[in-house]
């Protein structure tokens, strides 16, 4: 008996427990720690059967690990109890200070639960402390937390009897272990899959900076990283071999720059917008030639969680040849193919942006016009006014003061009030063909006398050099700021601002003689004429009503003059 040799009980029990404690710290994995706990008791605690039931994630207990058995093993390992059926199980029978003992004669009821279990046979015990083949003794493990990490069964003591004090002391001191041991071990192998997701980030972050990296270098397109924020704001930190071709530097020396350093200085407000937004824009930059090249370019803002933006990813992709494309086809839809003169559109256009829609019966001189422009004058009666200019760069609608229809006056026959044209400087004309110092924007409607005869005797070739030579001397004989623009046939117009009455007919008898004079085509001289109309625009005209005062002119011009004066060719 147990209790007639206690003290060589307690030392064997204690070098036994001490030996197979010692096996739960050399283990090497968990399932390793698993299998140790069950040869353990096996071996050093003097029970034929043992099993370890691990708590998985869903809370139900799996079969982990088993030792004594072949047989047994090979049914139950693996096998999955639910979480219910435990705990009904650790709340029977009797509790042997942590330890739960169910004997046979309440277990009969945990037959046909679902929990993995396997049946010894063998005769009914002979005495009360006897062990009987369907007694089940239970080890509960728990976490430092309290946390359940799993139950130890045990069978068939080897005495064939019931555990004593000590040695459910020492199964209960093993179970303590076992769950110390398994904690460590799931810790272990937490920290090894912890270690090589680290591995596995760690070469994945090495493989995308170098997919990045040669994405960067070899890019067939600009590629940039610049400094964003601080004293270096916008500073090109780093550049790849397409955008040192493109512009013409090498890395060393773009590194000296900011993109405000090369940009063009029209575009610096474009790209300190792009910066700022992390967007895109089209925009030109220097090259070492001193030329500049039309690029788009489209920033990434990199931003640090703690510190906030750090960098600008630029991509610049040379646009050169797209821009050239798009100012081309501009430049058709606004000017005429032959001469490359501005054409009807274009002119209605530059000459519709100087005028505004003030009513007509307010006259007002060049200094008043001026006036107007940098201060507010006080509204008449008949309700307040104001034009300024959209957006856009052209004129805003006027509303008429006091209710008025349109430029004739007042619906009903009244008289028009004039309101405050702040923020315009209003073309103007003078009163009279008699020069009285007033200043206006002069428009010379000309028609080229005698260039059909030239068209119906030499043909549309000739005829199509002659307009190409006119429009030529044309621009020649006006001042840089001055428009020539070709309406269609023979029907040329020029716009030039600042001139009074007679410098308006000076400039047409320039004209009109720099025209005159033969024109070589194909070593035969021809010679057209011209007849100049002078009109003035002025504010609360239309473009078409300057041009037809302008054609009017020139058509009364052309008939003052006999037939033989105007005759060329």
């Known amino acids: 008996m147990e209790t007639e ?4 009980v307690r030392l064997a029990t204690l070098r036994q427990l001490h030996r197979v404690v010692a096996e739960l710290n050399t283990a090497r994995s968990l399932a390793d720690t698993l299998q140790t706990v069950v040869d353990g008791i096996v071996l050093g605690l003097g029970y034929e059967l043992a099993c370890v039931n691990l708590v998985r994630p869903d809370g139900d207990l799996v079969v982990a690990a088993f030792a004594g058995d072949p047989a047994a093993e090979a049914l139950i390992t693996g096998r999955v109890g639910s979480r219910a059926s435990w705990e009904r199980r650790l709340t029977m029978g009797e509790n042997w200070d942590g330890l739960r003992f169910i004997p046979h004669t309440e277990g009969w009821v945990l037959v046909e639960d679902d929990v993995p279990q396997w049946h010894t046979e063998g005769p009914d015990p002979r005495f009360e402390d006897e062990w009987h083949p369907e007694d089940r003794l239970y080890a509960p493990m728990y976490a430092s937390g309290g946390e359940l ?23 209960q001191m093993y179970a303590f272990q076992a769950a110390i041991a398994i904690s460590n071990a799931r810790l272990r192998a937490n920290m090894q899959r912890a270690l090589v997701r680290l591995e596995r980030e760690q070469q994945a972050l090495r493989a995308s900076e170098e997919s990045f990296r040669q994405a960067f270098e070899y890019a067939p397109s600009g590629m940039a990283i610049a400094e964003m924020g601080g ?29 405000s350093d090369l940009v063009h200085p029209e575009d610096i407000g474009t790209l300190l917008r792009t910066s700022a937004e992390g967007g895109r824009a089209e925009l030109r930059l220097g090259r070492r030639d001193g030329t500049y090249v039309w690029v788009s370019l489209r920033n990434s803002v990199v931003a640090d969680a703690a510190d906030g933006p750090r960098f600008l990813l630029t991509h610049v992709e040379d646009i050169e ?15 005429d193919s032959l001469t ?34 940098f201060e507010t004058r006080p509204t008449v009666e008949g309700g307040p006014g104001g034009h300024g200019y959209r957006p856009d760069g052209f004129p805003e609608p006027f509303e008429f003061p006091g209710g008025m229809g349109g430029p004739g006056g007042m619906p ?34 000309c028609d080229l006398d005698g260039f059909k005869s030239i068209n119906d005797r030499f043909g549309h070739h000739t005829g199509d050099a002659v307009l190409i030579e006119v429009a030529r001397r044309l621009t020649t004989g006006v001042r840089d700021g001055d428009t020539v623009a070709r309406l269609g046939g023979d029907e040329f117009v020029v716009l030039a601002d600042g001139l009074g009455a007679a410098d308006a007919a000076d400039l047409a008898v320039r004209l009109r003689n720099a025209i005159i004079p033969p024109i070589r085509v194909d070593g035969r001289a021809v010679r057209v004429g011209a007849s100049f109309g002078i009109g003035w625009a002025s504010c609360g ?7 037809r005062s302008a054609d009017q002119r020139m058509y009364i011009e052309k008939r003052s003059r006999s037939k033989a004066h105007r005759r060329a060719g």
């Open 5 to 8: 040799s206690e003290p060589y």
């Open 149 to 171: 990490l799993g139950v130890v069964s045990v069978d068939r003591p080897r005495n064939g009897r019931r555990p004593g004090a000590w040695g459910r002391e020492a199964l």
């Open 231 to 259: 004293d270096q704001h916008g500073r090109l930190l780093r550049t790849n071999d397409a955008l040192c071709r493109l512009l013409g530097r090498p890395a060393s020396v773009l590194r000296r720059y900011s993109f």
């Open 321 to 335: 040849e797209r821009k050239r494309h798009e100012l081309q086809l501009a430049h058709r839809a606004s000017h």
């Open 340 to 373: 490359g003169l501005p054409n009807s559109a274009e002119l209605r256009s530059r000459l519709g942006a100087r005028l505004c829609r003030r009513p007509q019966s307010v006259r007002a001189t060049a200094v008043e016009a001026l006036d107007a422009a």
């Open 412 to 445: 009903g026959g009244g008289s028009a009030a004039a309101g405050p044209y702040d923020h315009h400087v209003h073309t103007v004309a003078p009163a009279t063909d008699i020069d009285d110092g007033t200043k206006g924007l002069a428009v010379l409607f």
């Open 541 to 547: 005209m239309s473009a078409d009503e300057v041009l």
